[in-house]
């Protein structure tokens, strides 16, 4: 897959320009130690970024528990991996946040495999790390070693997808069914409120994919839209185009495609160019690559919201809790879509970008560097 592999390459020239930053390899779970000379803490990087909303049923946690006086912090982090560009991109603000900050990062890369990831985060435990952030696989496997992590005394932050239990600190995470919603209201619409579609779906037993699939799925329930076929495309660019080729082999009655994710949108796209078959409506998101495309093809579209910066906010809700100071136990994001596709995109940067106001140009480019 061409974006996830420059996506990859980017992240890695990232963290190697990164001062102070040395990879290690890590034993048994596959963690990535990334080890930084401590610094004292920047108060004003330890701000929480506007668009964290605490949802209604939040309740402020008394952090006390947790604070130390320790300058030289160690924090976890767990992610589902590195399957696409946006999961590169959270790496990489985690990494600038975790740096501004002065805290050291020890990340683990599951590569969406739910079991690798428990034992990543026994990994990290083993490692002792001082709090936790994660980005969960699956809601019901991981409810044992998140439990645990959670006896064990550290503060357990959840960022990107839920799990099936209330023994956490904290958890940032979006409101997927909205996410789900919102792109099937459009594409009906785009569709004049009737049709056929094809549904790409994320990763299989992922928390997030699912409550964006049942959003959109009620959404075209109530609107009588028939669904011909769905596929797990793990949000992968290569799944998304291999699994559209197949759709118009199989249908030649697709009139529109729902997508849980832009990337896979960007692969619909590319199978109907190189199929010579006039575009349909389609479901997308604000990856930047993609909304070039959809504009240099006129598609009909919308890019609904799902912030990357929920792990680096992650990261700063691990510190602030280690710190003693306040933090509510669940934050739900329900970031607008992209208003004007045409306003949104970033014409000059990395096709790999998830398109937000959360990073500097500057910021964009170490992660996603430009072709020269």
Known sequence: MRNQNKARQGLAVFALATAGIVLLAGCGGGA???????????????????DMTPAENSKEVDT????????????????????????????????????????????????GDATKQISDVEDLM???????????????SMVPIVERANESGIPVILWGSD?????????????????????AKELVEDMGGKGNIVMLRGIAGNSVETA??????????????????????????DKGKSHTENFLTAYPNIDGIWSSGGAMTLGAIQAYEEAAVPLVPMSGEGLNGFLKAAIKADLKTSAPAFPTWQGAEGVKLAVKALRGQPIESFYLLRVPALADIKTAVVQDASDDYWVEDYMTREEIDEVFPPTK
């Open 32 to 50: 990535d130690a990334n080890a930084g000379p401590a610094a004292p803490i920047d108060e004003a990087s330890l701000q929480l970024f506007k």
């Open 126 to 140: 083993a490692r002792g790390v001082d709090a936790l952030v994660l980005a969960p696989n699956s809601p019901e």
């Open 212 to 237: 964006r699939y049942d959003g959109a799925k009620a959404v075209f329930d109530e609107a009588g839209i028939k669904v011909l076929a769905e596929q797990f495309g793990d949000w992968a660019q």
């Open 64 to 111: 006390t528990k947790f604070k130390t006086g320790k300058t030289d912090l160690k924090i976890g982090f767990a992610d589902v991996g590195l399957v696409n560009s946006w999961h590169v991109q959270a790496m990489g603000e985690a990494e600038q946040t975790a740096k501004k900050l002065g805290v050291e990062l020890v990340v683990a890369q599951s590569d």
């Open 163 to 183: 799990v099936e239990t209330d023994q956490v600190t904290s958890k940032v995470v979006a409101d997927d069914k909205f996410f789900g919603e919102s792109g």
